[in-house]
């Protein structure tokens, strides 16, 4: 589904892989990855979305950049919250709480170089 977004743009097209499975049958082949975005709606509740979490970090190549979105504010009535907490074996670099429309936070963070 996402494939279409840069299909316009044939060197952007060349560089971008979009994979759609179930993540926690994927392992080894994180490593290969420098990005990874985990959507909104992963995870129907907290539990899921850390073990998610915890999933990609173990298998996450060291210094790869893991982007997740998350809530604050009224939007945890729509949206599982990712407390910083959760994060172990990850730097967080940063969050950003939106104050418009925009209804998920981001939080990017990187695989610790050493355990």
């Known amino acids: 589904m996402?494939?279409?977004?840069?299909?316009?743009?044939?060197?952007?097209?060349?560089?971008?892989?979009?994979?759609?499975?179930d993540i926690m049958d994927v392992t080894d082949e994180l490593k290969d990855y420098d990005v990874i975005f985990l959507a909104a709606l992963v995870?129907?509740?907290?539990?899921e979305k850390v073990k998610v979490i915890?999933?990609?970090?173990?298998?996450?190549?060291?210094?790869?950049i893991l982007m997740l979105r998350s809530a604050h504010g009224a939007r945890v009535f729509?949206?599982?919250?990712?407390?910083?907490y959760v994060l172990q074996g990850l730097?967080?670099?940063?969050?950003?709480?939106?104050?418009?429309?925009v209804i998920n936070s981001v939080v990017i963070s990187r695989k610790c170089l050493k355990p």
């Open 2 to 21: 996402a494939s279409p977004l840069v299909a316009s743009d044939d060197d952007l097209s060349k560089r971008m892989f979009f994979h759609t499975t």
């Open 43 to 47: 995870g129907m509740d907290v539990d």
């Open 54 to 64: 915890q999933h990609l970090a173990k298998y996450m190549a060291p210094g790869a």
């Open 78 to 84: 729509l949206y599982p919250v990712v407390d910083p």
């Open 91 to 101: 730097d967080i670099l940063t969050i950003f709480h939106p104050d418009d429309d």
